[in-house]
């Protein structure tokens, strides 16, 4: 099998001081059952920012204003696979969510429900690079 590189954008969406976050089916493939924030892989050829709006609106139906890349990173999700994954800050223009069939649940929480319902490697994440700073403050 050949090894394989996958872009993906996520966002960090606030509203009124919340930030959305989102559970994964628990039949997902990829981290059943936990919460995350929204965002999913780029198409060929699309850009970045293009990418994740679409999949602001897939996953969420939302629009959403992208303010600036909060941080990048890696992870190797199996033998073959690396993810690339760039975070942004965004403020979404109305916090009506309407789930894609991909998620169970929504919650739009603060920093204390953030490093609850988040799983331990994305708070990791999320404190390595200061985000919960760039956010709150």
């Not at 099998?1 to 001081?17: A, S």
């Not at 628990?26 to 965002?39: L, S």
Request: some cysteine.
């Amino acid at each position: 099998m050949d090894k394989q590189i996958v872009v993906i954008v996520k966002g960090i969406i606030l509203h009124q001081d919340k930030v959305l976050i989102l559970k994964r089916s628990e039949n997902d493939r990829i981290n059943p059952g936990k919460w995350e924030f929204v965002g999913g892989k780029i198409n060929f050829g699309e850009k970045l920012e293009d990418a994740l709006m679409r999949e602001v609106k897939e996953e969420a139906s939302i629009d959403i204003v992208i303010d600036e890349v909060l941080y990048a990173t890696n992870y190797r999700t199996s033998p073959v696979r690396n993810d690339v994954v760039i975070v942004y800050k965004c403020r979404a223009l109305n916090d009506k969510v309407t789930l894609s069939k991909e998620h169970t649940a929504f919650k739009w929480a603060d920093e204390e429900e953030l490093r609850k319902y988040l799983y331990k490697e994305l708070v990791e994440d999320l404190e390595s690079y200061d985000v919960f700073n760039k956010i709150f403050s």
